[in-house]
């Protein structure tokens, strides 16, 4: 549970990062949140945390009543009085029915959705909600985990996420409304529109999600010995096919005609790519003798082969090399160094506290592990003009010390 | 690189680690390593550090003298020993060509290879090297990284990792010679057919690696705004995607049929997914009126594509719920703690010396952050008895802490 605090000179949040804590909320209240699930829970606790008031709703009180305890508002009420925003973070396939309700109910209100989709909600508001759509603006933070429920929630859950704001058809100021909730809680605002939001989504969201579904699904019925030659390259691809499977239906259907056109983009892809492989496949009996290749020498392979396979690698290289970095806009390199790390308790401390007293900031950070090892590589990035001096100094220490 | 230093009591590799570095090698060498990147290489660093005679070969003179340079061992050259064992660590599509050429040079020695493929290396073998063919045996130690090349070696690259040996048609000894080359850099040896292994690999590692390069492929002409959007879902699937394709065609090539019977079942899958959401795009203008959900309703979805969605998700839970986690075997499961990390120096320090203070293990760790944010979220998991503790003691410090 988010300890709902807020922060003080001494609170570690206090030297970087940009929260809803550190800056006096523009936003005015009440905001209504309807819907007390993972994205709705962690909003109204940054907004309470913000000194907001904040109203909740939601059709089951046991949510209701939980997000009402970790301090992120109360129910709303008869007579209370009205709400200035209405926040709808309900399940994406009722988004739109609950924003025309509450679009009624609340007159004076301005009135958003955090749905991962768009466009869909927005062709049903503006055909349910007549005059009134002009209240209506879709929202979208670019933020989540794989857990959902209010007990998931986290107060910094936006903390510099960006967060997708659709104006169209909307009036400017309740898009500046909008713009400041966004702010408040920590997220950057970026301004797009409806379709090239759910195109976006699908390609680094939606797609890479069934992707990473089909990857694993492979996995159901393989052997036990199989499963143990597993290594952190597999783990990384399917981490998110533990993802919840009724909230991505929603999500997927939702979004179907972007999903479909990468989909079928992707089987395009892997039937070109499958072909090739094809060819490769020999079906006689292997051997270095009597193949094209000449008594004693490799045997050659199909040319289609190797040219489906660099294609798809050499685009896949292109394609993983244009994600932006942790600092946004074009990847910064870092240096990379590689610290075997003891699996006893406080060896991580250690190492981080030997980094810490050098006086190197670490850009990104993991720890890689294999089935049955007893130790772990830590993979340290840290900026090039810091990594010899780093190496250096926990060479000189004791670690065992690999970069590349 | 490797500081190749022989471990002491005061070595943090020295509480929990088992390496090369601390068992006395039950190899007798000399070992001749054919192929000097940076398989060839790390297994010649471990082998090396761990008082064994290496002899290195490769057909790249840089290569070899940066092996040397490294500590790796020395070229072999006229009149040295006769090896006793022989390592070919070439790329795979030439390996069972120099399995071949080392068996008839070294008569009297043990021959293995450590190509990522084994059936097709070694049928090809056994086809070639007439009676010598006893003395080859198959392995594949399961190491790597995303870079290649000597300058990317590491001593304890192996140290934990499992190492699959093919005994197949191979003299017991010869099996044995392997197994105790595999101990011997602390690695775990498992025994494996080779088309067994071929099936293994082709699910755990080939599959996904090319699914990871598809999915990266989709994003070389992806808008800037859309990728702004990107989050660490999509950075772990396509982290893979960063390796080398020439490597990767060898590979995939050499266990094309094991490849194609897998790729074709993930695009029945794909189909299968592809068709059920297909039904969800509707042709017409979407409402909330006159949909057959009836005035006022959400609209009722076609029930394929939920079911679709459903069922691949649903199966990549399973899929994903069986990869072993750190210790092997059954997943265990950790708690996990979500901490909030500012961006500047020590930080991160300062965490993991509060929770080595606290006297709690971490099972396992990471970073997460999107683009343009300040500060990250550290995922620290750790056993379930000593969660609350260790909640507590970081709250008490003044860490933002989330637990779900």
Same mark, same amino acid.
């Given at each position: 549970?988010?300890?709902?605090?807020?922060?003080?000179?001494?609170?570690?949040?206090?030297? +970087?990062?940009?929260?809803?804590?550190?800056?006096?909320?523009?936003?005015?209240?009440?905001?209504?949140? &309807?819907?007390?699930?993972?994205? %709705?829970t962690s909003l109204a606790l940054a907004l309470a945390n913000a000194g907001v008031e904040v109203q909740l709703s939601d059709t089951s009180p046991t949510s209701l009543a939980l997000a009402r305890d970790m301090g992120a508002g109360r129910p709303r009420a008869e007579g209370d009085p009205e709400?200035?925003?209405?926040? &709808?973070?309900?399940?994406?396939?009722?988004?739109?029915?609950?924003?025309?309700?509450?679009?009624?109910?609340?007159?004076?209100?301005? &009135?958003?959705?955090?749905?991962?989709?768009?466009?869909?909600?927005?062709?049903?508001?503006?055909?349910?909600? +007549?005059? +009134?759509? %002009?209240r209506y603006v879709g929202s979208h933070p670019?933020?989540?985990?794989?857990?959902?429920?209010a007990a998931a929630a986290d107060s910094d859950l936006f903390a510099g996420r960006p967060w997708v704001i659709v104006g169209q058809g909307a009036d400017p100021h309740a898009e500046?409304? &909008?713009?400041?909730?966004?702010?408040?809680?920590g997220a950057t605002p970026v301004r797009m529109g409806a379709a090239e939001h759910d195109a976006a989504v699908a390609a680094v969201s939606h797609m890479p999600q069934l992707v990473a579904s089909l990857v694993a699904a492979r996995l159901e019925s393989l052997g036990e010995s199989a499963l143990a030659l597993s290594g952190q390259g597999?783990?990384?691809?399917t981490r998110i096919a533990a993802s919840d499977a009724r909230l991505w239906s929603a999500i997927i259907v939702g979004n179907a005609p972007a999903v479909v056109d990468l989909l079928r983009r992707l089987s395009d892809d892997l039937a070109g790519l499958l072909a090739g492989i094809e060819s490769a496949v020999d079906p006689g009996e292997p051997g270095l003798t009597g193949e094209p290749g000449g008594p004693g020498q490799a045997p050659l392979i199909a040319p289609g082969a190797v040219g489906a396979i660099t294609d798809v690698m050499v685009r896949g290289n292109a394609g993983r090399?244009?994600?932006p970095g942790k600092h946004g806009g074009a990847p910064r390199r870092y240096a990379e160094i590689q610290v075997l790390v003891p699996d006893s308790a406080g060896q991580l401390g250690r190492l981080f506290s030997d980094i810490g007293e050098a006086g190197v900031n670490i850009e990104d950070f993991s720890l890689e592990h294999s089935a049955g090892q007893s130790? %772990?590589?830590?993979?340290?990035?840290?900026?090039?003009a810091a990594a010899q001096r780093l190496e250096e100094e926990l060479d000189a220490r004791g670690w065992r010390v690999v970069r590349a």
């Open positions: 549970m988010s300890t709902g605090s807020t922060s003080d000179a001494g609170s570690p949040g206090g030297t +970087g990062a940009s929260t809803a804590q550190e800056v006096p909320a523009s936003t005015r209240g009440p905001v209504l949140v &309807v819907g007390t699930g993972l994205l %709705g709400p200035q925003i209405v926040v &709808v973070a309900t399940p994406p396939d009722v988004a739109a029915q609950v924003v025309v309700r509450e679009l009624a109910a609340h007159p004076g209100a301005v &009135v958003t959705d955090v749905a991962s989709v768009k466009e869909r909600v927005a062709a049903q508001v503006r055909a349910a909600a +007549g005059p +009134g759509a %002009g670019m933020a989540g985990r794989e857990r959902s429920g500046l409304v &909008v713009r400041n909730l966004a702010v408040d809680v597999l783990r990384d691809v090399a244009r994600i130790a %772990g590589i830590a993979q340290v990035c840290v900026l090039p």
